[in-house]
C-alpha cells in the first residue's frame, strides 16, 4: 500500500542511511583523516562525543553525492521539498549565501538587469559581480518610529518593472531580519503578469510552513525560488540550508548547475543528516511546537507593554504593503530608557546572562524557536525589568528622523568595478567620482553609495550630516571617513 504524505514524512533516509553505513563497522581507508574520531583531538572529541564524528563521512558510493544526488540524498531532497511545499528542494552545506548566490546566477548574465532592495545581504550583491549583472535598486518602505527598514512594496516593484520592462528578474527580502512579511504575493503576482521571475531570500522563514498562524511561506506565495536557511529557526545545524524551487520560468536542471558551481566537494553529511531530520520534525511536530513557541514569544511580549520605557513592534505598527509580523521575532525598542541597542546587548550579557540576536541604534532583537521554554520566558522578562529599573531615570531618547537620500546613478556595473584599478582621494574631493566601496549609515542600514555608483555632493552631505550627529557610518576601508576609495578611470556602463 502507497505511503501517504503523513507517513512519508516520518522518514529520515538521508540520517538513517548514514547511520546503518556506520553500523556496518566497514573500515575506512579513506578521509576525513580522523577516522570515527580515533585520529581526533581527545579533548574535542570527549566534548562533542563519538557519534558526532561517526557521521562526519564523505561521499563515497553507498551515501550518495550531493552534486549528482541518486540515492539517500536524491530521497532526502524530494521530501524536503514536499514538506516544503516545493517542485524541488536542494540542499546546502554553505548556509543560504551560496543557496541565494545559486539564485542569481541561475536567473541573471552578464549586462542583465535585477531588481533588488536597496538593503539585501551581501551574498546578493557577490553574486551579481560573478554574474556581471546590473542592479536596479528599490528602497524599502522605513519605519520611523523603530529607525529600522522594511520590505519593499508591490507598487514600489510595479513602478520598477515599469521603468525597467527589460529586468530578467526580481529579488526579495521575506520576512526581513525583523520579523516582517511582506505581501509577497501581491509582488509575486505583479512580476508574473509580466513574466520575470521573483527569487526570495527566506533565511529568516523556514517556519512558514509549519503553521497557520504564520505569513506564508515564499513557495506558498508562488515565487520561483527561496533560500531557506533552516538552520535559523528549523532546528538544524549552523550552515545548512535549502534551496527551493517551482514553476518554469527557472529552470531546475540550471539551478542545480548554479549551486554545485560554488558548492564545496567536501560535502559535511553532518550538516545533511541535520537537514534530513530538522525537515522530519518540523513535517511531523512542527505545528505543535511551534505552537508552544509563539505562545512563550506572546507572553513576553505582553510584559514589554508593562514594562517602562521599552517598547515591542508590534503588527499594528506596520505599513501597509506588509502582511504581518513573525511572533518568533521579539524587537525591542530601548530608546525610550535614553540607551542604544548596544548598550542594551551589552547589559543583557553582563546583568542579565542572556546573548541577543542582534542590535541597533534603537532597538534589540530577541529571536525564539522550538527551543525554548518557560525558564527562558523567565529568565528574559526579568532581565528586561531588571533593565528598566536600572535605568528608567535616564529619560527617552527621540530617534532621528530617517531621511534617505536621492540613490546615486550607477555608472559601472559591480562587476566592472570590482576589477577597475583604484585610488584614495578625501572624500570631500570625490564628488562625480565612481564609488569602489560602501558607505552605510545606521539606521536605517541602506548604503548610500556602492561600487560603481557616481558620488554626489549631497551624498557627501548626507553622509557629513550623520557623522556630526553622531551616527554610525561603515564601509569604507579608512574608517575615519577621511578619504574614499574611487575608479581612477571614468568609464561608462556598458
Request: aromatic share 6%.
Amino acid at each position: 500500500m502507497p505511503m501517504g504524505t503523513e507517513d512519508r514524512q516520518r522518514l529520515a533516509p538521508l540520517f538513517d542511511g548514514l547511520v546503518a553505513h556506520v553500523e556496518r563497522g566497514r573500515y575506512p581507508f579513506h578521509i576525513p583523516g580522523h577516522k570515527g574520531g580515533r585520529g581526533a583531538d581527545p579533548a574535542f572529541r570527549a566534548w562533542i562525543g563519538e557519534r558526532a564524528f561517526w557521521l562526519d563521512l564523505i561521499n563515497i558510493a553507498p551515501l550518495d553525492d550531493l552534486h549528482a544526488p541518486r540515492g539517500i540524498i536524491r530521497d532526502a531532497e524530494r521530501l524536503a521539498a514536499e514538506a516544503f511545499g516545493a517542485e524541488h528542494a536542494f540542499f546546502s552545506v554553505q548556509g543560504t549565501s551560496t543557496a541565494i548566490m545559486a539564485m542569481v546566477l541561475a536567473a541573471v548574465g552578464p549586462g542583465e538587469k535585477i531588481i533588488v532592495p536597496r538593503n539585501v545581504h551581501k551574498s546578493v550583491l557577490s553574486a551579481i559581480i560573478l554574474a556581471g549583472a546590473v542592479p536596479i535598486f528599490i528602497y524599502p518602505e522605513m519605519d520611523q518610529a523603530f529607525g529600522i527598514a522594511h520590505g519593499i512594496s508591490p507598487d514600489a516593484v510595479e513602478r520598477a518593472l515599469e521603468a525597467h520592462p527589460d529586468a530578467r528578474a526580481v529579488f526579495v527580502v521575506h520576512p526581513t531580519y525583523y520579523g516582517v512579511a511582506l505581501d509577497l504575493p501581491a509582488i509575486v503576482a505583479t512580476c508574473h503578469r509580466r513574466g520575470v521571475p521573483v527569487l526570495v531570500d527566506e533565511a529568516h522563514g523556514a517556519h512558514f510552513s509549519f503553521h497557520p498562524k504564520l505569513p506564508p511561506s515564499a513557495m506558498e506565495s508562488g515565487a520561483d525560488a527561496a533560500a531557506t536557511s533552516v538552520h535559523k529557526l528549523g532546528g538544524s545545524l549552523t550552515q545548512s540550508s535549502l534551496l527551493l524551487h517551482q514553476g518554469r520560468r527557472i529552470a531546475p536542471e540550471r539551478l542545480r548547475v548554479t549551486l554545485s558551481l560554488l558548492m564545496t566537494t567536501s560535502t559535511s553529511y553532518l550538516l545533511l543528516a541535520s537537514l534530513d531530520t530538522a525537515r522530519r520534525q518540523l513535517a511531523v511536530a512542527g505545528e505543535a511546537r511551534l505552537q508552544a513557541a509563539i505562545e512563550r514569544a506572546e507572553t513576553v511580549r505582553r510584559a514589554v507593554r508593562t514594562i517602562p520605557g521599552l517598547r515591542a513592534l508590534e503588527a499594528d505598527d506596520l505599513p501597509p504593503g506588509t502582511l504581518g509580523l513573525d511572533p518568533l521575532k521579539l524587537t525591542v525598542h530601548v530608546a525610550g530608557l535614553g540607551l542604544s541597542g548596544a548598550d542594551v546587548e551589552e547589559w543583557m550579557r553582563a546583568e542579565g546572562g542572556i546573548e541577543v540576536e542582534l542590535s541597533d541604534l534603537y532597538n534589540v532583537l530577541f529571536l525564539f524557536s522550538l527551543a525554548d521554554g518557560d525558564d527562558a520566558v523567565r529568565r528574559l522578562t526579568d532581565a528586561l525589568r531588571r533593565l528598566s529599573e536600572a535605568h528608567r531615570q535616564n529619560g527617552a531618547r527621540k530617534p532621528k528622523p530617517i531621511l534617505l537620500p536621492e540613490m546615486p546613478a550607477l555608472a559601472l556595473s559591480p562587476r566592472d568595478a570590482f576589477y577597475a584599478e583604484t585610488e584614495r582621494v578625501p572624500l570631500e574631493e570625490a564628488a562625480d567620482r565612481i564609488m569602489a566601496e560602501f558607505i552605510l549609515v545606521y539606521p536605517p542600514g541602506i548604503p548610500v553609495v556602492m561600487p560603481g555608483e557616481i558620488l554626489t555632493q549631497d551624498n557627501i552631505d548626507y553622509i557629513r550630516a550623520n557623522l556630526a550627529e553622531g551616527l554610525p557610518v561603515l564601509g569604507p576601508e579608512d574608517a575615519t571617513l577621511r578619504t574614499v576609495r574611487v575608479i581612477k578611470e571614468r568609464t561608462p556602463l556598458r
